[in-house]
T-cell receptor, first 116, second 114 residues
Framework: DAGVTQSPTHLIKTRGQQVTLRCSPKSGHDTVSWYQQALGQGPQFIFQYYEEEERQRGNFPDRFSGHQFPNYSSELNVNALLLGDSALYLC???????????????FGPGTRLTVL | GEDVEQSLFLSVREGDSSVINCTYTDSSSTYLYWYKQEPGAGLQLLTYIFSNMDMKQDQRLTVLLNKKDKHLSLRIADTQTGDSAIYFCAESIYYGGSQGNLIFGKGTKLSVKP
């Protein structure tokens, strides 16, 4: 089992550009969540995908969008990049569970995005 | 709003016990988690505890939960240099019965001195 994989590992972009990050969930998992981790901070929830739809969203602007494919893999897109978007972007996969159940999420190694 | 707080740094000597503390705000959280992050890496799930428990032990790790005070702690027995990392406490937040997301603290950096 390869676990959660993400690509690329590192990325350098300039302000105003657009970026796409990719994630493949752990085998058997159908739910993908994306988190942003700024330097020295804990991860912050961006959004979550299940059945190819965005199910929940954190406090992030519309410049952040995503997609989930039929094979459960997912992409995170960020438009009009700002310097403040520089961070480690983490993908987490899990099984679809309902309230009161164990929301165990498995994280990938992340993509380090630097915006110049 | 939801918030998870942790002390930022902890330094211990090899062989001692480490205790990392966390407070959370959402009393409806049913599961609470501890993750470990080594430099340049993603998050590794260490352990979790269900809210109707007050203690869970898993090898060198002991989790204590005081639900009344919304206080969670992680004790690492016989701390080793390989335990040096950042440790995150997280609570699970649900909206309308659907799959929830995790709210993380800022992390506690554990330094283990030989």
């Amino acid at each position: 089992d390869a676990g959660v994989t993400q690509s690329p590992t590192h990325l350098i972009k300039t302000r105003g550009q657009q970026v796409t990050l990719r994630c493949s969930p752990k085998s058997g998992h159908d739910t993908v969540s994306w988190y942003q981790q700024a330097l020295g901070q804990g991860p912050q929830f961006i959004f979550q995908y299940y059945e190819e739809e965005e199910r929940q969203r954190g406090n992030f602007p519309d410049r952040f969008s995503g997609h989930q494919f039929p094979n459960y893999s997912s992409e995170l897109n960020v438009n009009a990049l700002l310097l403040g978007d520089s961070a480690l972007y983490l993908c987490a996969s899990s099984l679809d569970v309902r309230e009161g159940s164990n929301n165990e999420q498995f994280f990938g190694p992340g993509t380090r995005l630097t915006v110049l | 709003g939801e918030d998870v707080e942790q002390s930022l740094f902890l330094s211990v000597r090899e062989g001692d016990s480490s205790v990392i503390n966390c407070t959370y705000t959402d009393s409806s959280s049913t599961y609470l988690y501890w993750y470990k992050q080594e430099p340049g890496a993603g998050l590794q799930l260490l352990t979790y505890i269900f809210s109707n428990m007050d203690m869970k032990q898993d090898q060198r790790l002991t989790v204590l939960l005081n639900k009344k005070d919304k206080h969670l702690s992680l004790r690492i027995a016989d701390t080793q240099t390989g335990d040096s990392a950042i440790y995150f406490c997280a609570e699970s937040i649900y909206y309308g019965g659907s799959q929830g997301n995790l709210i993380f603290g800022k992390g506690t950096k554990l330094s283990v001195k030989p």
